[in-house]
Structure formats: structure tokens, C-alpha cells
């Protein structure tokens, strides 16, 4: 069981990567921002434990798991500032024009890394040191960022700052005349968003052990976004399950392929050709499940029977009495 395990580790690793990515988009959500800057910010979180694992740190041997809570650290603090900039710079941009301008900071974030010297030009960093010995060892940093993100998006959605991003999401006009600060709660959720990015970027540099421009691209911004809208985008738990799934399912049809009873042909199809029944489906659940897998309502009428609230099958409501003069 345990070799099992460790032989599928790598897409266990990105499958939780995949929903703390989803996160990291679904923060800027609440507050109605549209961004896809997550991979740039990914891609600088990756940036930073590359440089930092290969040039400044020296180590021989295992490399130390407090050096990756360091880069942790810093790649929280650049992928903040830097997110605060493009924020303050975004701010009177709204829905698609906003989606746009965050897809041109990923793309001249990847030319400029592309560029740079320091990030290993059109190459990238290789050899990035290993904190594990395994791929499966990796959740022990994953797992744990996924819950505390999981978790502290579950308690924002329930204090004042949560209710001010809801506000601003719901109707920027009527949020203003109430006092609520759109200038705060936009950047505050874009700045959220980015540190998100960038600490799941440090890991899987580690990971991967190699790290290039080609993290920042507008396929990964159109990806993680699918994980947002496909999971449910009202609720914290869809982008979460959307990235589980949406990050499983190509390993899933691939791994189908290799069952005997398959005519050859579809066979082959599950294995070059997945990405279109990929896309199939995912055009599907956007057909029949518009607001998601994961609603509100449904995690409502669940609550409902968990409790034994609901009502028994053929029950009608009774109409209220009329008042009487």
C-alpha cells in the first residue's frame, strides 16, 4: 500500500497544490475582483526557492526542511508587495478589463524571468535541492498549507473583513454608501491572493526540482480559473474540490487507458487525445452546473438532513393564517 502511495505521490502533491491554487483566485473573488495573476505569483513564489535553495544557501545532503519555512517567508513578503503594486495599479479596473491586465502583468513577469539572468534565462534553475526523499513526503508541506488556507478563507467569509469583501462583490455603490473602504478590501484581497500563489510556488519548485518562465502562462491562468468556476465560486470549498478534481482527472483518463478491455482505438484516444475529454467535460458542467459543484444550497439542504431538519417526502408547507383586523 505504501509503495502504491509513494508511486502516486507526484499528482497527490499537485492535486493539493491545485487547490490551494484555487484559493488563491477565489480570494480576490470574494471582493468581485476578476484576477488571474496567480501564476505570475506562483511562478515568483517557485523563483524564490530556486535562487535561494541553489545560490544562497549551501547545504550538502538533505536539504532542511526550516530553509523551505524561510523561503516561505520571503516569498511571501515579495509576492505581497508586489501584489499590493499591481493591485493599487488595477484598482479602477473591473471584471473582464481587470482579467486583462492581470494576464499582462503574468506575461511580462515571464518575458522579465525569461531575461534575467539570476532565474536562468530561457533555461531555468535545475538541480533545485530536495527537502524529501519522496514525492508523497511533499503533503507534509501541502497538506498543511491547504488547511490553514482552507481554514482561515472559512473564518474571513464570517468576520467584518469577509462581509466588506461580500459587499463590494455584491454592489461597490451601495458598499461605499455604507462606509465600507473598496480601496482596502480590494488590495487586501489581491494581496491575499498573491501570498496564496506564492507559497504553493515554493513547494513545487522543491517538487519538481526544476523551475522556468514557463510557470507563468496563460494557460495556467485560464486553468486555475477553471478550478474556481467548475468547483463553485460561493463557497471556499468549491475551488478547493475543483482543484482535486480538475488536477486528478487527466491522470484518471490516462491511467483508464491501460485496461485491457479498451478497443485499441479508444485506448489511444484516452491517451493522446484526454485533454480533449477534458475540455468536453468541462464545457459540460458549465452547461449543467452554471454556479458549480459546490453551492450554498447545497451545502445547505446537506446541513439540513445532517441535522434531520429536513422535510419528509410529499410534505406540503402549510400557508401562514391570515391576520385578523
Not at 21 to 26: D, K, P, Q, T
Not at 63 to 84: I, K, M, R, S, T
Not at 239 to 263: I, M
Not at 274 to 293: D, E, K, T
Request: glycine content about 12%.
Amino acid at each position: 500500500m505504501l509503495d502504491f502511495l509513494n508511486s502516486q505521490g507526484t499528482i497527490y502533491v499537485s492535486m493539493v497544490l491545485g487547490a490551494v491554487l484555487g484559493l488563491s483566485l477565489y480570494l480576490p473573488l470574494l471582493a468581485g475582483q476578476l484576477s488571474l495573476a496567480s501564476p505570475g505569483f506562483y511562478a515568483l513564489g517557485g523563483f524564490v526557492a530556486a535562487v535561494m535553495s541553489t545560490k544562497t544557501f549551501d547545504v550538502e545532503g538533505t536539504y532542511p526542511v526550516y530553509l523551505v519555512l524561510v523561503e516561505f517567508v520571503v516569498a511571501a513578503v515579495l509576492c505581497g508587495v508586489l501584489a499590493f503594486i499591481v493591485g493599487l495599479a488595477a484598482l479602477r479596473l473591473t471584471g473582464i478589463y481587470l482579467a486583462l491586465a492581470t494576464i499582462a502583468f503574468v506575461e511580462v513577469l515571464r518575458v522579465f524571468t525569461l531575461n534575467l539572468e539570476l532565474t536562468g534565462g530561457a533555461v531555468g534553475i535545475f538541480a533545485i535541492p530536495q527537502p524529501f526523499g519522496t514525492q508523497l513526503s511533499y503533503l507534509w508541506l501541502a497538506g498543511p498549507l491547504l488547511i490553514a488556507a482552507a481554514l482561515f478563507t472559512w473564518r474571513l467569509e464570517k468576520v467584518r473583513v469577509g462581509w466588506a469583501f461580500a459587499a463590494v462583490r455584491e454592489d461597490e455603490l451601495a458598499a461605499a454608501s455604507m462606509g465600507v473602504d473598496l480601496t482596502r478590501a480590494k488590495i487586501t484581497a489581491f494581496v491575499l491572493g498573491g501570498v496564496l500563489a506564492g507559497l504553493a510556488g515554493v513547494i513545487a519548485a522543491h517538487q519538481i526540482n526544476t523551475w522556468s518562465h514557463r510557470q507563468a502562462s496563460f494557460d495556467a491562468s485560464i486553468a486555475y480559473l477553471a478550478f474556481v468556476l467548475i468547483g463553485g465560486s460561493r463557497t471556499f470549498l468549491g475551488p478547493v474540490a475543483g482543484g482535486l478534481f480538475l488536477t486528478y482527472l487527466p491522470e484518471w483518463l490516462r491511467e483508464q487507458a491501460k485496461h485491457e478491455f479498451w478497443p485499441t482505438w479508444a485506448a489511444e484516444f484516452l491517451r493522446t487525445g484526454r485533454f480533449i475529454l477534458y475540455g468536453v467535460l468541462l464545457a459540460a458542467s458549465c452547461v449543467f452546473f452554471p454556479r458549480g459543484l459546490i453551492t450554498p444550497e447545497l451545502l445547505g439542504r446537506i446541513k439540513r438532513i445532517g441535522r434531520g431538519g429536513g422535510r419528509p417526502r410529499g410534505e406540503q408547507l402549510q400557508p401562514e393564517p391570515e391576520a385578523v383586523a
